[in-house]
């Protein structure tokens, strides 16, 4: 089961390159944050439309023109990010409500399904796209390999 699918992670990796290669301002096309970033260039033209209906980018019109961050990086979270792009996340569909699972009243497992929720939640609401970055520019571990570290931990 995949909690960060595909087209959250590219978002993510298109956001961190975009915030690691300019000012906030500068439009970056679809085709330069695809090739940079090993994106199939349609896909990533579909996912930032998503991130401008969510307010995360701006389409930039011109002949430089492309997508800009329409944030400050810092003020970006990566639950914002994947919220955008796949919807409200579940770690168990049952966290989706009463209507989503036949046993939501008598289920003994709904109070621990809703604390590993809650903190899968509130720590990607914690990591911003800046932070992201920084971590990349450092050139360490790749900013995923933290994050699943401390999403494993999270569990113990």
């Not at 909690?3 to 970056?28: T, W």
């Not at 932070?131 to 113990?156: C, D, E, I, N």
Request: proline share 4%; charged share 25%.
């Amino acid at each position: 089961m995949e909690f960060i699918k595909r087209n959250s992670d590219y978002a993510l990796r298109a956001l961190v390159y975009m915030a690691g290669h300019g000012p906030g301002d500068r439009a970056f096309s679809v085709s330069q944050v695809a090739h940079a970033e090993g994106i199939p260039e349609g896909f990533l033209r579909k996912i930032f439309q998503k991130l401008a209906g969510a307010g995360i980018v701006k389409s930039v019109r011109g002949p430089r023109g492309g997508f800009s961050l329409a944030r400050e990086p810092e003020d970006v979270t990566v639950l914002e990010v994947v919220e955008a792009i796949q919807g409200p996340l579940a770690v168990n569909r049952c966290l989706l409500g009463r209507d989503a699972c036949e046993r939501w009243d008598v289920c003994k497992l709904r109070e621990s399904w809703t604390g590993i929720q809650e903190g899968f939640i509130s720590f990607l609401r914690d990591v911003t796209i800046k932070a992201l970055a920084a971590q990349q520019s450092k050139g360490g571990a790749p900013a995923g390999h933290k994050v699943a570290t401390a999403t494993h931990r999270m569990g113990r």
